[in-house]
Nanobody, 124 residues
Framework: QLQLVESGGDLVQPGGSLRLSCEAS????????IGWFRQAPGKEREGVSC???????YFEDSVKGRFTISRDSAKNTVYLQMNDLKPEYTATYYC??????????????????WGQGTQVTVSS
């Protein structure tokens, strides 16, 4: 059974940092495009970052220079390092996986496998 589990969400002050983890079981993340998405209350789910099969990384404009994404094959885990956090980043963060060709990296509907989400709250 393919499963994704996110962790690392927390309450953090503005300007702080968090590292989110997305651990896979039942399949190897090395063969999947992994995307991070977030959804705030009353808003649509939006793409934040993505790492593709070649290790190329993508970031939504507002998080460029603040977030990094990386893959640890030995742990079958993808990480999202988030620095200089802003209150507007408060949301539930989800990781998603897809192995089809032609995935639009920031389109939630293009991903088949999803985790349950982890809450990130940025507040003083």
């Amino acid at each position: 059974q393919l499963q994704l589990v996110e962790s690392g969400g927390d309450l953090v002050q503005p300007g702080g940092s968090l590292r989110l983890s997305c651990e896979a079981s039942g399949f190897s993340l090395d063969y999947f495009i992994i995307g991070w998405f977030r959804q705030a209350p009353g808003k649509e789910r939006e793409g934040v970052s993505c790492i593709d099969l070649e290790g190329n990384t993508y970031f939504e404009d507002s998080v460029k220079g603040r977030f990094t994404i990386s893959r640890d094959s030995a742990k079958n885990t993808v990480y999202l390092q988030m620095n200089d956090l802003k209150p507007e980043y408060t949301a539930t963060y989800y990781c998603a996986a897809e192995n089809r060709i032609g995935v639009r990296v920031f389109s939630p509907s293009d991903y088949h496998y999803w985790g349950q989400g982890t809450q990130v709250t940025v507040s003083s």
